[in-house]
């Protein structure tokens, strides 16, 4: 195939009426072409007084050698297929986009995994994520954070990563594979939305389960039998009985908020480290604002709701604060997986149709921050943050929220401005310089006066937040070798729990990698 690129599009095309333009502009008979698809499409907004479409295409032409004059258009061939041996079936815990992806590869290669789940199928946790939002009444195995499909189920569904790797190709198409959007495939910025999400994962576990595989939903591990440096078996209990799974292979693919389980593999001798994290608040603004803000207001094109992506870094402390997540058109969500706790985070629909945007606004956190020295102390240091806001809110599962405006100055919100909280199941006015850090809140505050001249308007009194935001990504590294083992033979760390990811398709791209690593060691 031959590719054009850096297309420039004026208009709002659909595909029959772009190849038209192609091939008008760069001297294309039509009727030479076999087959052709988008590579990307992009937004070009950093002049708003000519704002554009940019799109690379690769076209199978019926006589390539009349159109040398264009590149070549290959992809990278990626082969998944290994033949092993193993004498167990191996067991995956954890039903987020690593587990799901580890266990799609395994099934690819004839291999029938157990996926053990302490939450429940995707379809059900939706129920009881409703609930909470309505009620306040959580479920402690099932919620935002654990259940089948992880915690970007939740989400704006982002599938955009810095990670670069070849296996994103087949993550895209896979999620496509199973329902999702074909614009995933060529979007600079893709998205799933939790609407979709939902349908994709319910897809992808019955076809696992069509290939042979196993879920154990309402299961959770609770304890590793170690043989000789070996794992040997698993404990589950589920229904409050406890069954025992032969096994030499694991992947351990558990969240970042599997907090009982990082003591478990801690307490059994797993090397572990403390890691980087960040900590903050979820900021809403209007989604209008954001839009005119980025788009202005010149163009006709009907552009999608706007997104950003802002850093700051204090010269002062050394700190960086950043936005994160960035829902547009979204709701900031409750995703509280204890008891007496609050948790934010951000979602989206596909649609994105959402009266406001939000995106955390986090500050990052070393483990130099923490006056305890074991691995584990990242989780003590996120938690009491959590049950802060949670007394904060008025200990019902309300979160605390407060305008920019008043944050800045240390005084407590009475009421409202014309941007409303999105969050449920309730919100309480509080000051939320009492809850983080001073090293936190002294960062933050120069970081929201900075992006204001980056995004006019993003520091306006009225904007909202709404603590707190404390799980972007694991606290901990679960440490692994070469061959993406742990110091355990036979435990494999994976996805974002465990250090490897940050996000649905990294963590995808982990767990392919690891079932791979799994099969190599294993021939």
């Known amino acids: 195939m031959k590719k054009i690129t850096n297309i420039k599009i004026y208009e709002d095309f659909n595909k029959k009426q772009l190849i038209e333009y192609v091939c008008k502009k760069y001297h294309i008979n039509i009727d030479d072409i076999a087959d052709w698809h988008i590579i ?31 590149n070549d258009f290959t992809l990278p061939e990626i082969n998944t ?31 029938k995994p157990i996926i053990i789940e302490q939450g429940k199928t995707v379809e059900e946790r939706k129920k009881d994520v409703d609930t909470f939002l309505k009620t306040g009444k959580l479920n402690i195995n099932s919620n935002i954070q654990f259940g089948e499909g992880g915690a970007g189920t939740f989400s704006d569904g982002k599938l955009t990563t810095g990670i670069n790797n070849p296996l994103c190709k087949i993550v895209l198409n896979t999620f496509y594979k199973f329902g999702a959007p074909e614009q995933i495939l060529y979007l600079s910025k893709p998205h799933i939305g939790t609407d979709n999400l939902i349908k994709i994962i319910s897809n992808i576990r019955k076809y696992i389960i069509l290939k042979g595989g196993t879920f154990l939903f309402n299961s959770k591990v609770i304890d590793f039998d170690i043989q000789n440096n070996k794992i040997s078996s698993i404990t589950y209990i589920s229904d409050n009985k406890e069954y025992v799974i032969n096994t030499s292979n694991i992947i351990l693919a558990i969240g970042h908020s599997s907090r009982e389980t990082f003591y478990t593999i801690y307490n059994k001798g797993l090397n572990m480290e403390s890691k980087n994290f960040s900590v903050g608040v979820r900021v809403e603004h209007l989604q209008k604002d954001i839009n005119l803000a980025q788009y202005g207001n010149k163009t006709n094109l009907h552009l999608p709701p706007a997104e950003y992506k802002l850093v700051y870094h204090d010269k002062e402390n050394g700190r960086s604060c950043y936005s994160f997540c960035m829902c547009p058109g979204g709701t900031v969500m409750a995703s509280s997986s204890e008891e007496n706790t609050i948790v934010t985070n951000g979602m989206s629909v596909f649609k994105r149709n959402g009266k406001n945007a939000n995106s955390a ?6 483990p130099n921050d923490f006056t305890d020295l074991t691995p584990l102390a990242g989780i003590n240091f996120q938690k009491e943050l959590e049950e802060k806001a949670f007394v904060a809110g008025g ?38 310089n009492n809850i983080l850090p001073d090293f936190v809140n002294n960062t933050m505050q120069k970081a929201f006066i900075y992006f204001d001249k980056k995004i006019k308007g993003f520091a306006s ?63």
């Open 40 to 70: 990307k499409k992009s937004i070009d907004a950093r002049n708003k007084n000519n704002i554009y479409y940019l799109y690379n295409l690769a076209i199978n032409f019926k006589n390539e050698k009349k159109y040398s004059s264009f």
């Open 81 to 111: 297929s290994i033949k092993c041996n193993l004498k167990n079936r191996p067991v995956i815990i954890g039903a987020g986009p690593a587990g799901l992806f580890a266990a799609l590869t395994f099934v690819k290669n004839g291999i």
């Open 361 to 366: 606004i986090l500050v990052n956190v070393t």
């Open 395 to 432: 200990s019902n599962y309300f979160a605390p929220v407060q305008k920019l405006g008043d944050y800045l100055t240390n005084s407590l919100t009475k009421t409202f401005g014309k941007v409303l909280p999105t969050y449920l199941p309730g919100t309480n006015f509080y000051n939320l």
């Open 461 to 523: 009194p009225d904007t909202l937040l709404t603590g707190i935001e404390t799980r972007s990504s694991s606290p901990v590294k679960i440490i692994r070798n070469e061959n993406y083992m742990s110091n355990i033979d036979g435990i494999y760390p994976c996805g974002e729990g465990a250090g490897y990811a940050g996000g649905i398709m990294s963590a995808a791209v982990d767990g392919i990698k690891c079932a791979l690593a799994l099969m190599e060691n294993n021939k």
